[in-house]
């Protein structure tokens, strides 16, 4: 009786999140989604688990919430995976972070490749270990041909690098005669971005109760829709992107205008 009742309540459940996915896809979804995943440490903490724990929990919620961003139609998924910032973390903690790219591929890139999914990258590619490196280039190389969602793994990527580094570049096409000074226009400028093939994000999702960008796409998400949860990036479920597309699809945009 009591394994009837459970039954019956998962099946309501899940058809309740099924009809939910339904008509989430009747209105225009955000084209691009950007997630700072944060939280891992203090959901081990919880646990009374070392903080690696927590980024391998965290790993599993990467895969469902790939899968489900894809099935809504989304068509790029930026996930804030590790900060030009968080070398400064204990050399056990890095050391597992750079190991997570591998696993996570090892495992579901077959399942990425099945679903059309294209694996992309921004970040710093130099002080990534080789094995680190390997693995995000075998997964972009075995994806390239696919044309569903993007997933954008931002790896050792800093906002205020990136700016910089454009800005050098500029400098240097402007003083090479490459391009004009006075030509130079926000659509220009942008293309000297680590995101120059991406669209700007439609709506940033930051896990974990913290609210701050934490060096994340200054530039791009000057009108991107903000949506903060307290939930830990571990706890994540498809109920919670499903939530932060609804009230995404319930906001007003104006960009400056009425
Ligand atoms: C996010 O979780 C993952 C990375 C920054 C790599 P944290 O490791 O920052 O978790 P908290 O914020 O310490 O709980
Ligand atoms: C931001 O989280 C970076 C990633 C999620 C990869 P942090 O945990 O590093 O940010 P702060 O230190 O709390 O601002
Ligand atoms: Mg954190």
Avoid at 81 to 106: C, D, I, Q
Wanted: charged residues 30%; aromatic residues 8%; contains cysteine.
């Amino acid at each position: 009786m009591l394994n009837k009742i459970k039954l019956w309540k998962n099946q309501s459940q899940s058809s309740t999140l099924r009809e939910r996915i339904e008509d989430i896809k009747k209105l225009p979804v955000p084209r691009h989604v950007a997630i700072i995943m944060d939280g891992n440490g203090r959901w081990a903490k919880k646990r009374a688990l070392p903080r690696i724990a927590g980024h391998h929990a965290g790993m599993k919620v990467v895969r469902k919430t790939t899968k489900l961003a894809n099935e809504l139609g989304i068509e790029a998924l930026t996930l804030y995976a590790f900060s030009t910032e968080n070398w400064k973390r204990p050399k056990n903690e890095v050391e597992y972070l750079m190991k997570l790219p591998e696993e996570f591929l090892g495992t579901f890139l077959p399942e990425l490749i099945e679903e059309n999914v294209q694996v992309k990258m921004i970040g710093y590619k130099e002080q990534l270990p080789s094995h680190t490196l390997r693995a995000i280039e075998k997964a972009m190389e075995d994806t390239k041909n696919n044309d569903g969602m993007i997933l954008n793994f931002a790896l050792n990527y800093g906002s205020r690098a990136e700016i910089l580094d454009a800005v050098k570049r500029v400098l240097n096409d402007c003083q090479e005669g490459i391009i004009d000074m006075n030509e130079l226009n926000e659509d220009s400028f942008s293309s000297y971005l680590m995101t120059s093939e991406l669209e700007d994000p439609d709506l940033l999702i930051r896990t974990s109760g913290e609210i701050r960008l934490s060096n994340f796409m200054l530039w791009q998400l000057a009108y991107t829709e903000f949506w903060f949860t307290e939930v830990l990036w571990p706890d994540f479920a498809e109920d919670h992107l499903i939530k932060a597309i609804e009230v995404f699809q319930k906001r007003q945009r104006r960009f400056g205008g009425v």
